[in-house]
């Protein structure tokens, strides 16, 4: 009932900048959450940035000060802006929504397709 399409992907050079978007559509306020994961290989998914419908943001300490993660309403749209970026930020990252009470996931969760994040020295 949620679909959500990532885009912005790629590859580039360490200390360049990416930015991802995650188009939204279907029930989209079945969720009050959205955030982007990152799956290296050979390695677990783990959260990246995560935004709430009150615009209450979090990130991996491995990200802080570096990645940006906002909204446009209008467009249904969540966006992560991916700074500096390094060899290690290489993964494959993930649009999710969920409905959450705290860290606590209520019904489904939604995933896009991922898209390929590659930063080479």
């Known amino acids: 009932q949620v679909q959500l399409v990532e885009s912005g992907g790629g590859l580039v050079q360490a200390g360049e900048s990416l930015r991802l978007s995650c188009a939204a559509s279907?029930?989209?306020?079945?969720?009050?959450?959205m955030a982007w994961y990152r799956q290296a290989n050979g390695k677990q998914r783990e959260l990246v940035a995560r935004i709430t419908n009150s615009g209450s943001t979090t990130y991996a300490d491995s990200v802080k000060d570096r990645f940006t993660i906002s909204r446009d309403n209008a467009k249904n749209t969540v966006y992560l802006q991916m700074n500096s970026l390094r060899p290690e930020d290489t993964a494959v990252y993930y649009c999710?929504?969920?409905?959450?009470?705290?860290?606590?996931?209520?019904?489904?969760?939604?995933w896009g397709q991922g898209t390929q994040v590659t930063v080479s020295s």
């Open positions: 279907g029930s989209i306020s079945s969720i009050n959450a």
């Open positions: 999710n929504g969920d409905r959450r009470f705290g860290s606590v996931r209520l019904g489904n969760s939604y």
